[in-house]
């Protein structure tokens, strides 16, 4: 863990080496997910409501995953890069270091510049959280954060899920694409608008559903049950990431260097 | 012109090679396609006063969006033209005998053609025979068809024009990501790949009705479905041509003048 950190600090360092280049690029992620966002503001305002869900509450479920989504994208990057790791080689090299591979490809890339992402689904979440009439407990609060580490652990697995893709086909593949912006562009709405299948599938095979939606309808009053049933619901998310680790220890040992 | 055709040929047969790349783009253009009909549905479900664009309209919309991607996506960009630019090999571009804005505007067109046509036709196969509410419906007639084509075609021209226009911005800027990003994220927005145009509020349609951007992908598409009749749609070609001038001449005007400032980076 330490070395992880360590690692931080060196990319960091090294990016901010060209400050004007590092601004316009985390400005410019400040924008895409904010042109989304404003997509979703104007469906709601010409409609009005989405099939019983106020915007604000829409807005909730939609910072809680842009958040989980932007930090994992920041701190699990190297995954999402790997494919380049391996093509060019590099991954010999991790390999004979005395150190675990998770962490060192963990280390190998960071991109701060998807802070800008960060700042705006926290606008977006503060935004939501002021316009809606929640009454607060510990155990919310406690939810709440839940939900974004949750969400963070899901994401991270299916990067890590992608990244082994690699080990066999050497490159990365769009498919990726279906789980990790796929599934950040359909956790941002309230599952329950969607198909009955899809629904089940994003609830018991990836637990976006664990960590947005029933959760969700705790914060707001929705829900029948105790509370501490829905705050530890999030956790379900590690039992999505621990097989994801596995397949990529499977995926190390399988791995042949291309030989570049 | 004959060259500009090999070049176009061979940008061609070089992209058809990544065959399994374009089975993962279907797969992926069908599950968002899937994903943004079904928060559409959920929209228009309980919708009292009757929105500008039908259900039916937006479905379609929404399947020739996903078919069309690498035709209109302001954020595909050619890797290699960076390439040529910050690393010092505009050098033998220039040497070329033809002209640079030519050479690299077919190269532009025929990159995003070839990567369409492989996958355009099984999604189409497919979108059309899918159930309701899902599935495309076919353009009115026989005349709002051969009107879609002709507008799609300048669209395409038209965002290669401003894609160039990016790429030339990198003799100033050096940098491309950044600004690319931005231009990419406003015009897209402004093109109506995020949300149909007749769906956003009314400031927002004058906005987009100033710029050139919506012309590359919301009138195109609303052709197809009929939200644009015909007679409407002969207007808009002539408004394509407009700005396809507009933007060719300026990317010629800037490419000039880059070039005669032009520093070749090292060796």
Known sequence: MLLYFKYLSILFRSQMQYRTSFWLLTF????????VFAGLYFLFSRFGELQGWSFFEAALCFGVIHMAFSLSECFVRGFDMFSSLVVSGEFDRLLVRPRSTVVQVLGSKFEFTRFG???QSA?????ALRNLPIAWTPLKALTLLMMVAGGILIFSGIFIL???LCFWTVQGLEVGNVLTDGGREMAQYPLNIYHKR???????IIPFGCVSYLPLLFLLGRAEGHGLLYALLPLTSILFL???LAVWQIGVRHYRSTGS | MKMYLSVAKLRFVTNLQYRTAAFA??????????????????????SSAAPPMSLQEVVTYIWLQQMFLGLIALYFRDPDIFELITGGNIAYELCRPCGIYGFWFTKVLATRVSGVVLRCFPVLLIVLLLPEPYGMSLPPGIGAFLLFLLSLFLGLLMVCAISLLIYISIFWTMSPAGSI???????????GMILPIPLMPGWMQQLANLLPFRWTVDFPFRVYTGNIPVEEALMGNLVQLFWLALLIGLGLLLISRALRRVVVQGG
């Open chain 1, 198 to 204: 899809v629904t089940l599938f994003f609830t018991f």
């Open chain 1, 117 to 119: 992402r960060l700042v």
């Open chain 1, 123 to 127: 606008a977006v979440l503060g935004w």
């Open chain 1, 162 to 164: 992608n990244a082994t």
């Open chain 2, 25 to 46: 783009g279907i797969v992926t253009q069908l599950f968002f396609g899937f994903i943004f009909i079904m928060v559409y549905v959920a929209f228009y479900s309980r």
């Open chain 2, 181 to 191: 990003l931005m231009v990419a994220a406003a015009g897209e927005f402004l093109a």
């Open chain 1, 242 to 244: 621990l097989p994801c």
């Open chain 1, 28 to 35: 410019g992620q400040l924008l895409l997910p904010f042109a």
